[in-house]
């Protein structure tokens, strides 16, 4: 057997010492070039000047009296409701309006009636019989330029009528209309019975957009539409539809009405009659979430249902806290980022206390809420350790092998 001389020894180490050395350089080099594993960002183009934010934000402790305040403010909230032109329903009365279609009847005078073979029409293809036209649906538009025998109120209001002449139409009633056509024809007809109906109702629309499955202009007939009509009659909402803040827009002014306050709890003051030009859309639930975040079993993004959610449920769909990492100290809910960047609100809720386990069913969360679970310290002490241990036992072992 050949002696090792204190020479090969020598020799032996300095080659080892040459390895370890050249590992580490190897390490260090494939460490920052871009054909190492992962993803990889060069940040020599990018200036970061490291300055951390200073600002800071009052905590407000989730407590009884924060619970009672908070119940206190919502009931003492009011809402600013539209004004209609008429309040009571049972007073409503369609007021004829420019492009409105009317069938005239005046009996024992087929000369003077709307006649079902030609037409008195101002204008458009006539294509569609007076039966027809009853026919159609009173909220519907008729399709394409198929309007039905009768008189359209021209542009300005007028219509034109045989022995009466043109004579203004809009603004007034079918009735008032009907008196004022028998009044002009009783020089020429004794007693005349006149009847003045509307056969299409083009003039006056509401436009229905958003989460529901027909959009489109519903016209506005002699039945008052209100809001739940029009997005019944608009085919229902879709699945997504948040019918919590359906959004109103009323001579350029923006109004949110809650429906679902009308389906759920008979509130008839959110079913307001809509009148011409009205802009309903019903929007989806984007506007109406919570964010679950920090030591949860499942951070996720929640819709509010029905308006209504709390912290134990936004927890509870986060499949809890984790039981060993979580500081049950600190269940934050973080408000107010969207409307208020520089002034957000913060609320801290101590889950080792009896009462808060309680209150966390009782605290409401808005929408757009970020409900976060902080992390224990010993947590943070472990995740710093499995970062370094890998480094740590590298070098153990390449120690190792120097000797």
């Not at 002009?184 to 436009?207: A, E, F, M, T």
């Not at 809001?227 to 959004?247: H, K």
Request: proline share 6%; net charge neutral; glycine share 8%.
């Amino acid at each position: 057997m050949k002696k090792l001389t204190a020479n090969s020894f020598a020799n032996l180490g300095s080659k080892v010492g040459s390895t370890f050395a050249a590992t580490l350089l190897l390490t260090s080099f494939l460490s920052a070039c871009a054909t190492a594993p992962g993803n990889y960002l060069d940040s020599s183009r990018l200036k970061d000047d490291g300055q951390t934010p200073t600002e800071t934000y009052p905590v407000h402790l989730i407590d009884a009296n924060l619970i009672v305040a908070q119940a206190q403010a919502a009931a003492s909230k009011t809402q600013e409701l539209p004004t209609s032109a008429i309040a009571d329903p049972s007073q409503y009365v369609y007021r004829l309006s420019p492009q409105d279609i009317l069938g005239i009847t005046v009996w024992d005078h087929p000369e003077l009636t709307t006649p079902q073979g030609s037409t008195l029409s101002a204008g458009g293809n006539t294509t569609q019989s007076i039966g027809g036209a009853l026919q159609q649906p009173y909220t519907a538009a008729l399709p394409g330029q198929a309007d039905p025998y009768g008189q359209t109120i021209a542009a300005d209001g007028t219509i034109f009528f045989p022995f009466v002449g043109r004579i203004q139409a809009a603004g007034k009633t079918a009735g008032q209309l009907r008196d004022q056509l028998a009044s002009g024809l009783v020089r020429y007809i004794r007693n005349p019975q006149v009847d003045v109906r509307v056969l299409s109702y083009r003039g006056q629309k509401v436009q229905v957009t958003g989460e529901v499955k027909t959009p489109g202009p519903l016209a506005i007939s002699d039945v008052p539409l209100t809001l739940v009509d029009a997005i019944t009659r608009s085919g229902g909402t879709n699945s997504d539809a948040d019918i919590q803040r359906v959004r109103l827009t009323r001579n350029h002014k923006l109004y949110v009405l809650d429906a679902d306050r009308m389906l759920d709890k008979g509130d008839t003051t959110q079913n307001v009659m809509l009148q011409n030009n009205d802009v309903i859309n019903v929007p989806d639930r984007t506007d109406s979430r919570v964010f679950v975040m920090g030591e949860v079993k499942t951070p996720i993004q929640l819709p509010i249902i029905r308006g209504r959610m709390t912290i134990a449920d936004a927890l509870t769909q986060g499949g809890g806290i984790l039981d060993t990492d979580a500081n049950p100290r600190q269940i934050f809910v973080m408000r107010g980022m969207k409307d208020h960047p520089t002034t957000p609100e913060v609320f801290r809720l101590d889950m080792t206390q009896p009462d808060s386990i309680m209150l966390s069913s009782q605290f409401q969360l808005k929408p757009l809420d970020v409900v976060y679970v902080g992390t224990a310290a010993s947590t943070t002490f472990n995740r710093v350790l499995q970062q370094v241990l890998p480094s740590v036992q590298t070098l153990f072992y390449l120690k190792q092998l120097t000797r």
